[in-house]
């Protein structure tokens, strides 16, 4: 597809269940972010991909946030154990290649999975 | 920490009438500099930037203005339309800065436009 790929739109959840998010980049696109917003938050950043090596985790919240990226593309965003504190839109963006004097730091995002945990 | 604010939650404007939307921020760092716009259950969708170098980019109805030593930037919309209506996210990156490049989202300002 030309846009960012997300799957599911919706997912609710039992606390304490592990779930899997889905992103699918533009084609071409070796960056990937993974973000979230919590309810009257901005975006937060979770975990960067410059191909399939991850060189910065800094934000993921805790370690029962991991994700992972195949192929130089689809990435995964998997919550272990979820808590009610997760819930969130999870937003996925992607960007054409590392930052240069040419290549611009804008990101193209996904419309985001909303994750409800009961 | 909030490295960038948008104190302003919501905003309501006349069509055809000026919005002003405003953004500031704390690290000297940051260079590089984004609006975003965002309609319910869609993601954002980028709408224009501006680099440190500069103080004005231009883009048909939407200006971004940025004031490096107040550490503030604004988006302006002349005229604004209903099709405007929706939150708009300021961001800012260090692209100068080795890492992540990762960027650094407000709080988001939700605009009104009344018909």
């Known amino acids: 597809g030309a846009g960012v790929s997300q799957s599911p739109s919706n997912k609710v959840t039992e606390k304490g269940k592990d779930v899997e998010l889905r992103c699918d980049p533009i084609?071409?696109?070796?960056?990937l972010y993974w973000y979230r917003q919590s309810l009257g938050q901005g975006l937060e950043f979770l975990i960067y991909?410059?191909?399939?090596?991850?060189?910065?985790k800094s934000g993921l919240p805790s370690d029962r946030f991991s994700a992972e990226r195949t192929g130089g593309s689809v990435s995964t965003l998997t919550i272990q154990r979820t808590q009610q504190e997760d819930s969130a839109v999870y937003l996925c963006?992607?960007?054409?290649?590392?930052?240069?004097?040419?290549?611009?730091?804008?990101?193209?995002f996904g419309a985001g999975t909303r994750l409800s945990v009961l | 920490d909030q490295q960038v604010k948008q104190n302003s939650p919501s905003l309501s404007v006349q069509e055809g009438r000026i919005s002003i939307l405003n953004c500031d921020y704390t690290?000297?760092?940051?260079?590089?500099f984004l609006w975003y716009k965002k309609y319910p259950a869609e993601g954002p969708t980028f709408l224009i930037s501006i680099s440190s170098i500069k103080d004005k980019n231009e883009d048909g109805r939407f200006t971004v203005f940025l004031n490096k030593s107040a550490k503030h930037l604004s988006l302006h919309i002349v005229p604004s339309q209903p099709g405007d209506s929706a939150v708009y996210f300021c961001?800012?990156?260090?692209?100068?800065?080795?890492?992540?490049?990762?960027?650094?989202f407000g709080t988001g300002t939700r605009l009104t436009v009344i018909p």
């Open positions: 961001a800012a990156s260090a692209m100068r800065v080795r890492g992540a490049n990762n960027l650094f």
């Open positions: 690290n000297s760092m940051f260079d590089y």
């Open positions: 084609s071409g696109h070796t960056a």
């Open positions: 991909f410059q191909g399939n090596s991850a060189p910065d």
């Open positions: 963006a992607t960007r054409r290649g590392v930052t240069s004097g040419r290549v611009k730091n804008i990101q193209y």
